[in-house]
């Protein structure tokens, strides 16, 4: 058996398949699976499934890939494995090959037969191979190519039948099962039971198409292969492993975490499930970050932060104290930069964004475990073992305390979590929170599934459905109207005040997508020997309710439109260069963010108006001032040299071959439409796929002006900016109030900056004086005071209402009072932005005798509805009543009493 390295075992099978005439399918983004034992995989594999199901034809019959793969949810879920196991991950490679509709059955078997036996050397005398229960033709296929008959088993739809998901592509498949164990020992039963006995390859034979759960299973139009090979599982057999954290895949990163804790190797061993978790998690958490994924509450965002911040508690576990996750990721890009180059490209910003959501954990970490505790502590003596999903929901929802944490936590001191009730707590939360949007939601869509056929079989739409005219330049369209929809009914008309969606055979709208809104504009029938229209919709809004069918929503302003009827469309043009404006700008403003900030800058949404647009994008930090202007100086002197914008539409991985940027998560198909800005003669200033309406050259934008810039999530920022009209409005009403400002001022425009600061000089001064002021009036009020002090064995205590306009003034006074009594306790309350405040003082000779001002001031807060504390010596405390001060402050002597010693 050959002796191989993690990175030989992938290069060896990408090179064995690439000559067998297999296209190597770069690994891409990760995105959501269809797979459900998988919560990520790379885009790439998952747009094969449109391929095996006949929908989507590719330039290849055959690929081959490592798939990046994230398994944490569905129903094989290895989080709480991973550890503890000694296989078990979150983030895998999976290498694979594909056929679609080429080869079959016979050459998937002798492919595998080949790679793993000859070119690899695993011994025959220890593969075993599965096959589902009724399929004799892979039994006979892998007799044939030279396993023995004893050793190919027979399985049913648990092990050896595989599918996308509840629907989609599925078929039979055949595992290769390699034993670990002594080979006296080994039998037909353990296979699928004992974990002696490893699962290192699956091939499934893709035949069949389930439309419906538990429903029909229909043949594909072509029989199909799509395998996977666990690269972590092959390594730890060819590098005579028995777990793969001793493999040179993870041998690296765990090193990394010995050398920053100072381990031993018995210490190392001692911790070793920390240890795996760190570098398995580790692993998870830079690829999904370089892919362009940020720590976050919903969906993928929140798979990374609870990731993360498990990570993070184990670390406290073995022995971390401060932030050491990014050296760690630093050891995974080390290790897979050279295959993943894209890796060591984002770097600073996968290390920024680890160590800000690590920094974050801290601080919350240790307030969610003291509240763990108590709850644990307050079901122990009734015999409760189970922590109720409502707490475990309330420490996620307002603490961020993940309940995979908390269960962990939970395991240790032999308690359980409820988690159905969290799911529960956690479904009724996001009901409430999306019940308003919900609302908004179309009730049934099957009206324009309906409609759409009809249009179909009357010849009305072909296949393709309503043809798009925006790509050819076109404002407006001379159609007809072919169907019409009022309050969720197809009708054959609509009169004046009706709200109406209109369907027209082509259309110059553009229809809301990749943050460009829709276009607004007019449909009506005009004939020529009229004088006025017979019928006019004013089109405020476009929408595409299913593929392939756009409505023009708006308000049938005269007349009664009619489906038949000849029909004008046109948009509104000043709109839709305002909109272009904004939108070509987006591409320059991403440009500019990435020259400035960093490669790791990408755009993580975005939104393009007439009246503005917002730009969203993956950076840790905030932005400078001097950052800001730079950047959108930069970008006003792309504008000026009116560099050519132009589209073209090319192959998807020949456009990311070509450097196009593409938008994370966005699925893509064969053709994309590559948008370019820059001199036809030189190099690209910026190309990205795109599907949106752009300008002709940059200088049509005319400037831009941003009009904002601020965090919007954990790993985002968001600017705000306006262009072209929009930018001249905001510099004209901005010098407008500067010359105001001027004037006021009496100074030229330009001069402004320095009389500001000349006012706010005299201010500070002025405020100075004024403090100084009521301090010595405070003081002179408060000489009368003194005489109110009581004496209470020995110490003098006075507690009185006083004015003070604010918090420091009310200490400063309290200072006062007790240097002025000497040996005292003095609570002062003073009514303060419409609230009560305290503020207690107590000489050290009353500490000692057992006077305690945060006790006190804590006790009196009650009484006004609040509370608060602080040191022996001084504290303070707020409430709401404010009728109530003068009580508060009334049980003052009569608890010094109580409370003092001797």
Known sequence: MKQLSTKEIRQLFLDYFHELNHAIVDSSNLVPADDPTLLFINAGMNQFKDVFLGLEKRDYNRATTSQKCLRVSGKHNDLENVGPSPRHHTFFEMLGNFSFGDYFKKEAIQFAWHLLVEEMGLPTDRLWFTVYTDDDEAEQLWQQVGAAPERVLRFGKKDNWWSMGDVGPCGPCSEIHYYWGDLDKQTPEGVNVDDEYLEIWNLVFMQYEQKEPDGELLPLPKPSVDTGAGLERLASILQGKDNNYDTDAFLPIMARIQELLGHTNAQRQEHLTGYRVIADHSRAMTFLIGDGVLPGNESRNYVLRMILRRAARFGKLIGFEKPFLAPVCQAVIDEYGEHYTDLPAKRDF??????????????????????????????????????????????????????????????????????????????????????????????????????????????????????????????????????????????????????????????????????????????????????????????????RPIAGLTVHIGEVVSGTVQVGDPAYGVIDVERRWDIMRNHTATHVLHRELRARLGDHVHQAGSLVAPDRLRFDFTHTAPISREELADIERAANQA???????????????????????????????????????????????????????????????????????????????????????????????????????????????????????????????????????????????????????QQVNGLAVLAQRVQAENVDTLRQMTDWFRDKLGSSVVVLGAVIDEKPMLIAAATEDAVKRGIHAGNLVRDAAKIVGGGGGGRPNMAQAGGRDVEKLADALGIVPGWVERNLKG
């Not at 009206?447 to 009305?460: A, D, I, R, T």
């Not at 459905?465 to 009022?486: C, F, N, P, Q, W």
């Not at 002709?696 to 999530?713: M, P």
């Open 350 to 543: 996968i290390l920024q964004t680890v160590t800000a959501e690590e920094e974050r954990f801290q601080r919350t970490l240790n307030t969610g475990l003291a509240i763990l505790d108590e709850i644990i502590e307050r079901l122990q003596p009734a015999g409760e073992t189970v922590i109720p999903g409502e707490e475990a929901f309330r420490l996620w929802g307002t603490y961020g305390f993940p309940v995979d944490i908390t269960r962990d936590v939970a395991q240790e001191q032999g308690f359980s979590v409820d988690e159905a009730g969290f799911r529960a707590a956690l479904a009724e939360d996001r009901a409430k929170s999306k019940a308003s949007a919900i609302a908004h939601l179309p009730a049934d869509l099957s009206v324009y599934g309906q409609l759409f056929q009809e249009l179909q079989e009357k010849g009305s739409l072909d296949e393709n459905g309503v043809r798009s005219l925006i790509y050819e330049s076109a404002a407006d369209v001379d159609t007809k109207v072919i169907g019409l929809v009022v309050d969720g009914a197809s009708v054959t008309s609509a009169s004046v005040g009706q709200r109406v969606e209109i369907v027209l055979p082509q259309t110059p709208f553009y229809v809301e997508s990749g943050g460009q809104v829709s276009d607004s504009g007019d449909i009506y029938y005009f004939p020529q020997d009229l004088d006025e229209p017979v019928w006019a919709v004013r089109v405020d809004d476009t929408r």
């Open 639 to 789: 504008i000026l040299a009116n560099l050519l914008v132009g589209d073209r539409w090319t192959g998807l991985e020949q456009a990311k071959a070509e450097g196009a940027m593409a938008l994370f998560g966005e699925k893509y198909g064969d053709t994309v439409r590559v948008v370019s800005i820059g001199d036809p003669e030189g190099d690209d200033y910026s190309k990205e796929l795109c599907g949106g309406t752009h300008v002709d050259s940059t200088a049509e934008i005319g400037s831009l002006r941003i009009t904002s810039e601020g965090s919007n999530a954990a790993g985002v920022r968001r600017i705000e900016a306006v262009t072209g009209r929009g930018a001249e409005e905001l510099i004209e009403g901005r010098l407008s109030v500067l010359g105001g400002v001027a004037g006021s001022l009496r100074v030229r425009p330009e001069e402004v900056g320095d009389a500001v600061e000349q006012l706010r000089d005299q201010n500070r001064r002025l405020q100075q004086e004024i403090d100084d002021l009521r301090g010595k009036l405070a003081r002179q009020e408060s000489e009368s005071l003194l005489e109110n002090a």
